[in-house]
DNA sequence: GGGCAATACG
DNA sequence: CGTA
DNA sequence: GCCC
């Protein structure tokens, strides 16, 4: 998820750049760039690409070593944040306006000023370490701290990982998992997904989010939300139903259920479940088996989807909150704090009175955040 | 020196 | 702790 | 690592 870009619009991912970009830009055009990024587009590829993959290796091998949430990590997604809001940088005294980017950023980056690369990026991937915590995060349900703990063990492969015989779900879809879906592919596991929920709930309404809204080529995963338009309540129970005809229609395969809010009610202790947040979505996380067609598949694909379900008045907070990136996610909930509101994909709401602000449409959230459309 | 987004749940 |  |  760390390698999400965020922007705004549906078309927030398309190459922005224009002509004037090689022309070189006084320091004070840098010091404009907002500090936030939920108040700059994101262009993907951006105008310092080449700068962001190199500083992109360091950021990765931070959040193996210290894991995502770490100031360590945070200080770099940051700042490599930024960057991708900036113009083309070509001098440092240009890097140096940037908000994020201090003295550490731009020794990094008058490095690659003059040379074109950064030797710790170099040297971080071949790096046998950073290799094997790589390789090892890979698998479902290895996180950094695993990861870390097994390197200290010994375990430096997926071989030996496997042999130990703790993560079966992982391995047994492990391959799959890691060829990324064209945008094409999204769309025709979305349909598949459509087709049956159409069976289930006649008039329900789903949208592919996350990476692939922001515009990505190619993702790991798919994020499909859905709702039922215009009848607030209607959308319950559509989880269950539709996760009991994918399976019995072997599109989700016995095990592929890795989690879901939904079925876990089922077991659930009735005062416990009524505990839960009456905000938060329903969602399923699961394995879907996406059918070979003997074109572009000559064999049938296993794919990460989530599912998840929402009440027609807070689609928007929905989209916004699984569309991402994580950066955006973050300066999103900064904004709304400040401003006296408290931000969840589950809704918008007054942090004073606790009261929900009804954001039917994306744009909803932005407007009462007052945060521009760009 | 404190803060860095946030939270439910297995 | 890991996942979203 | 960067900012207040």
């Not at 894991?67 to 940088?89: C, N």
């Not at 009735?270 to 067609?293: C, G, W």
Request: some cysteine.
């Amino acid at each position: 998820p760390q390698d999400r870009v965020h922007l705004h619009g549906p078309s927030r991912d398309h190459d922005s750049r224009s002509p004037s970009d090689s022309i070189s830009l006084p320091p004070s055009a840098f010091a404009a760039v907002p500090t936030l990024s939920v108040y700059r587009k994101s262009p993907r590829p951006c105008p310092n690409q080449a700068l962001v993959d190199e500083l992109a290796v360091l950021r990765s091998w931070r959040f193996l070593q210290h894991g995502t949430g770490a100031p360590e990590s945070i200080s770099y997604a940051t700042a490599i944040s930024a960057i991708i809001g900036a113009p083309k940088i070509d001098n440092v005294e240009q890097a140096r306006k940037l908000h994020k980017v201090g003295p550490k950023l731009l020794i990094k980056i008058d490095e690659f000023l003059t040379t074109g690369k950064i030797a710790e990026s170099e040297e971080t991937r071949n790096s046998a370490k950073f290799k094997a915590l790589d390789e090892m995060t890979s698998v479902y349900g290895v996180g950094q701290k695993t990861a870390v703990e097994l390197y200290e063990n010994g375990i430096r492969s997926l071989e030996q990982m496997r042999a130990l015989d703790r993560w079966p779900i992982g391995f047994k879809y492990q391959e799959d998992m890691q060829i990324k879906m064209s945008r094409a592919d999204c769309e025709s596991v979305a349909n598949f997904i459509r087709i049956q929920l159409d069976r289930v709930e006649p008039g329900a309404h789903t949208v592919l989010l996350g990476g692939y809204r922001r515009g990505k080529t190619h993702s790991s995963d798919i994020d499909l939300l859905c709702t039922y338009p215009h009848e607030e309540g209607k959308e319950k129970g559509i989880l269950s139903r539709l996760l009991y005809r994918l399976l019995a229609k072997g599109l989700i395969p016995e095990d592929g259920v890795l989690w879901s809010s939904s079925f876990a009610s089922h077991n659930v202790a009735p005062e416990r479940a009524s505990t839960r947040s009456f905000d938060s979505l329903d969602k399923a996380f699961v394995i879907f088996r996406h059918p070979a067609n003997g074109i572009t598949r000559k064999r049938d694909y296993f794919r990460r989807v989530d599912i998840i379900i929402t009440a027609w008045s807070t689609f928007g907070s929905a989209v916004v909150g699984w569309t991402g990136s994580t950066q955006f996610e973050r300066d999103l909930r900064q904004v709304a704090e400040k401003k006296g509101y408290k931000f969840e994909a589950g809704g918008l709401f007054d942090k004073q009175t606790g009261v929900r602000i009804p954001t039917l449409t994306e744009k909803d959230v932005f407007r009462a955040l007052d945060i521009p459309w760009l």
